[in-house]
């Protein structure tokens, strides 16, 4: 079983930065792939960015060239480096972290971390 503890979320202006974290209970290393989501209000969760236990990372359209996912597993950790957040990026982020191959897939989630961003 490996825990996640998401923190970083808080209240920002837009065009302001947040950088998420993501710590996990045990070794991800070259085993997990690990993915930030994110729920909005009245809204589906969606897949924010990936990244692989390669290194190779993806990310959603509308944060590609704002964000920035990235990984230390020598601590375990995997942030999400927010930049130019508009109110649209408010939402509850969580952090997944997967391995297998579909249907085998082994997945963990976070508690999740608010990020608000207000004038």
């Known amino acids: 079983q490996l825990q996640l503890v998401e923190s970083g979320g808080g209240v920002v202006q837009p065009g302001g930065s947040l950088r998420l974290s993501c710590v996990a209970s045990g070794s991800i290393g070259s085993l997990y792939g690990m993915v930030w989501y994110r729920q909005a209000p009245g809204k589906q969760r969606e897949m924010v960015a990936t990244?692989?236990?390669?290194?190779?990372?993806y990310y959603k359209d509308t944060v590609r060239g704002r964000f920035t996912i990235f990984r230390d597993d020598a601590s375990n950790t995997v942030y999400l480096q927010m930049n130019t957040l508009t109110p649209e990026d408010t939402a509850v982020y969580y952090c997944?972290?997967?391995?297998?191959?579909?249907?085998?897939?082994?997945?963990?989630w976070g508690q999740g971390t608010q990020v608000t961003v207000s004038s």
């Open positions: 997944n972290a997967r391995r297998g191959v579909y249907p085998d897939i082994t997945q963990y």
């Open positions: 990244i692989a236990t390669s290194g190779v990372t």
